[in-house]
């Protein structure tokens, strides 16, 4: 019996060292236990991790890994995420879109996540040249569910935007979320590069609304981290390299119809961005959702998932009459607005802080 007991209780022992061991792990490796979370999520949600061995534009081959499942009985949504992020930042929407008749495909970008290339600078146009390489690839399938729609988030955003302008006659509509093509400036004194912990909180304050939680300083620590080292580092090694696909005054020919869904409390991106996104899109809606920032999937993932599936569940937005043609079609504007919560966790910093 004693030995028993004595058995027992060392695997009592082992098991609370591994919790212990973890945790310390977590806290020093917080947007790294992000990511792990977040494609976990994918997977729980019944997408599959896929690879593929892609040429590029350039003649060079790539890896791109990305998670996709669903019958697409309504489409395709293909999910595109923020610069410095990986394709688990969709989790909290890849279900709901999946159970709702959607096709999900995440991607992760090249030089994010398991994609390449792991190391080295990243240049703009590789990374550009690996999701035209992979949506190309992806969407010239017969078995492709149409429609196509793609919905990016601040980098994705970009992204989707110069793919659809590119390529109006493979996608059928356009998400942008807190993000686009045109230019913007930061607000003064924060940097994508933060050098210490206060830099780091100053680009999170930006990020967030400003009743949200505080970040925690051992996730800051981390942002610095993980923005001087990881892909946003990278980039930026090139940052000439950004400047061709920047689309000021070129989107007058953008045919595909977009809808921009903007967390109003978003202070990275300068202040009426979202207008100026309107104003320059031949076809465009609005729907803002407020107090919500820069990253609506971990500052207010329900009430951003609902609205997304709002939006898809929508027609695509039309282009208004003139003036001088009467019709009775209500103008394509601003839908009602869609609050969220502010408070958010340890965990949703944690996620935030990887992405723009």
Not at 115 to 141: C, I, M, R, W, Y
């Amino acid at each position: 019996m004693k030995r028993v007991l004595i058995g027992v209780g060392l695997l009592v022992l082992i098991g609370v060292g591994i919790a212990v061991g973890f945790l310390l792990w977590m806290r020093g490796n917080p947007i790294e236990m992000g990511v792990w979370i977040g494609r976990k999520g994918l997977e729980d949600a019944g997408l599959h991790r896929q690879v593929d061995e892609l040429t590029l534009g350039d003649g060079t081959t790539s890896q791109i890994v990305s998670y996709e499942g669903g019958f697409g009985e309504l489409g395709t949504v293909v999910l595109l995420h923020g610069a410095g992020d990986q394709a688990g930042a969709w989790r909290v929407v890849a279900r709901p879109l999946r159970e709702a008749g959607w096709r999900v495909i995440a991607l992760d970008a090249p030089g994010h996540g398991d994609s390449d290339p792991a190391d080295g600078p990243l240049p703009f146009d590789k990374v550009v040249g690996g999701v035209t390489a992979f949506l190309d690839t992806e969407l010239a399938a017969d078995d492709v569910p149409e429609p196509v729609v793609l919905v990016g988030h601040s980098m994705g955003a970009w992204l989707a935007s110069y793919y659809a302008l590119d390529r109006a006659d493979t996608i059928d509509r356009v998400v942008l979320v807190n993000g686009g093509p045109l230019r913007s400036t930061p607000p003064e004194g924060v940097s994508l590069m933060p050098a210490d912990r206060e830099e780091a909180r100053a680009v999170m304050a930006a990020m967030r609304d400003p009743s949200a939680a505080p970040v925690p300083d051992f996730v800051l620590d981390d942002v610095v981290e993980h923005m001087r080292d990881g892909a946003v580092g990278r980039m930026f090694a090139a940052p000439e390299s950004f400047e061709p696909y920047v689309l000021d005054g070129q989107l007058g020919g953008f045919a595909v119809p977009v809808d921009v869904i903007w967390g109003m409390s978003d202070r990275y991106f300068e202040i009426g961005y979202e207008k100026r996104l309107l104003a320059e899109l031949p076809v465009a809606r609005l729907h803002p959702l407020e107090t919500c920032g820069h990253v609506p999937t971990t500052e207010c993932p329900a009430s951003f998932t609902e609205l997304l599936l709002e939006v898809l569940a929508l027609p695509a937005p039309i282009a208004e009459p003139s003036m001088d043609e009467p019709s009775d079609v209500e103008p394509s504007v601003d839908e009602p607005p869609v609050s969220g919560p502010s408070g958010e966790a340890e965990a949703s910093a944690t996620a935030e802080a990887s992405t723009l």
